[in-house]
Structure formats: structure tokens, C-alpha cells
T-cell receptor
Framework: GENVEQHPSTLSVQEGDSAVIKCTYS??????FPWYKQELGKGPQLIID?????GEKKDQRIAVTLNKTAKHFSLHITETQPEDSAVYFC????????????FGKGTKLSVKP | GAGVSQSPSNKVTEKGKDVELRCDPI?????LYWYRQSLGQGLEFLIY????????KSGLPSDRFSAERTGGSVSTLTIQRTQQEDSAVYLC???????????FGPGTRLLVL
């Protein structure tokens, strides 16, 4: 079955710097890759997602890139702010076949003011 | 509009007792998922329901775990004869279909003493 690896497990940056989180997946059939942000005591919230027919997607300060050949995808946050501090999860799924998401173990991002 | 709601928000039980966790999905969402999040870990898929189809139970860790979805809406996850290793946050998510974004509830924090 699918396996998703996520790195780093913790990341500390200064406010205004960029943050990059990387994930790799094992099943070449996976075609949907969402990123979720989870704040303490809350459920995960989708921040951006990408499908396998697209190599890059951007939404304001957040971008995701996908390399299908290498089977890895990355989250990029520019101009980080203290409110970006949270745990970020990547996930992979096979849309059209299975519904469940396979998650990475998460990255705890700390943005220092 | 209203998001996914879960109850109770916290549950403390004794080893060996049965517990029921409830999920109210977003109105009109046909797909419903249960995940488990152990301390410091990613989300582990448990079970998902899609419309009137038979549920995908492939993620349930043992036969002590079961779930049902009545009338295509509310779902209940039942854990029988709870064990300490069942302590975790149980998250529910719903989506319009298996090819749509999954929206998560706040979770139920279960502690088995």
C-alpha cells in the first residue's frame, strides 16, 4: 500500500523567512496530494492541494510543487508569520479509486518573531 | 455554514469499557471518514463510507472497532473493551464525494485509563 514520508519533523524559522516541507510517496497511482495545517486542539484544515496533472500550484504565500517522476511533493511558505506556527501534514490519495488519505507524520513549524 | 461536528470533545474511560464516538458530517456530504491520531503521530485511516455502498473497513486495527452510518448522515464509531493503546484523538472528515476535499471535525480526545 501507499506510504508517505515527511521531512523535517520540526522546523524553526525567523519571521519573514521561507519554510519548505518535503514529502515522498511510494504508490505511483496516487494522484491527489493535499496539505493540512493543524493548530493545537483543532482538527486539520486544508491549506492547499494539487492533482497529478499539475506540477505547481500557488495561493498567495503558499505554494506546492509536485515531481511525479521522483514521487515527491513539497510545501513552500514564503514571508512566514507567527500565525503560520502549527503542525503541517502532507497526504496522498488515489482519487477515483479509493477515498482515504495516507498521511505523513507531520512537521511542527515554529515561526519566531 | 456548519462544519463537521464531533461529540464528545473529550472522553475518559476505564480499560475494558465500551465507548461510542459520534460524527455529524457537513450536510449533503456523501462520503465520511474516520481517522485516528496518536500522540505526535500522523493520521491513520480507519474506515470510510460512501453513499449507500458497503464501507471500506480496511483500516480498522482490530475487531473491537466498528462503525455505522445511519441514514447516510450521522456516524458512530464504537470501540469495545477499550485498551490503553486506544488512547488517541479520533477525527472524522466528510466530503461531497470521494473526489472532493475532505473537511475535518475537531476530533474526540479519548483517554483510556
Amino acid at each position: 500500500g501507499e506510504n508517505v514520508e515527511q521531512h523535517p519533523s520540526t522546523l524553526s524559522v525567523q519571521e519573514g523567512d521561507s519554510a519548505v516541507i518535503k514529502c515522498t510517496y511510494s504508490d505511483s497511482a496516487s494522484n491527489y496530494f493535499p496539505w493540512y495545517k493543524q493548530e493545537l486542539g483543532k482538527g486539520p484544515q486544508l491549506i492547499i492541494d494539487i492533482r497529478s496533472n499539475v506540477g505547481e500550484k500557488k495561493d498567495q504565500r503558499i505554494a506546492v510543487t509536485l515531481n511525479k517522476t521522483a514521487k515527491h511533493f513539497s510545501l513552500h511558505i514564503t514571508e512566514t508569520q507567527p500565525e503560520d506556527s502549527a503542525v503541517y501534514f502532507c497526504a496522498a490519495s488515489i482519487w477515483g479509486s479509493q477515498g482515504n488519505l495516507i498521511f505523513g507524520k507531520g512537521t511542527k513549524l515554529s515561526v519566531k518573531p | 455554514g456548519a462544519g463537521v461536528s464531533q461529540s464528545p470533545s473529550n472522553k475518559v474511560t476505564e480499560k475494558g469499557k465500551d465507548v461510542e464516538l459520534r460524527c455529524d458530517p457537513i450536510s449533503g456530504h456523501t462520503a465520511l471518514y474516520w481517522y485516528r491520531q496518536s500522540l505526535g503521530q500522523g493520521l491513520e485511516f480507519l474506515i470510510y463510507f460512501q453513499g449507500n455502498s458497503a464501507p471500506d473497513k480496511s483500516g480498522l486495527p482490530s475487531d473491537r472497532f466498528s462503525a455505522e452510518r445511519t441514514g447516510g448522515s450521522v456516524s458512530t464509531l464504537t470501540i469495545q473493551r477499550t485498551q490503553q493503546e486506544d488512547s488517541a484523538v479520533y477525527l472524522c472528515a466528510s466530503s461531497q464525494s470521494v473526489e472532493e476535499t475532505q473537511y475535518f471535525g475537531p476530533g474526540t480526545r479519548l483517554l483510556v485509563l
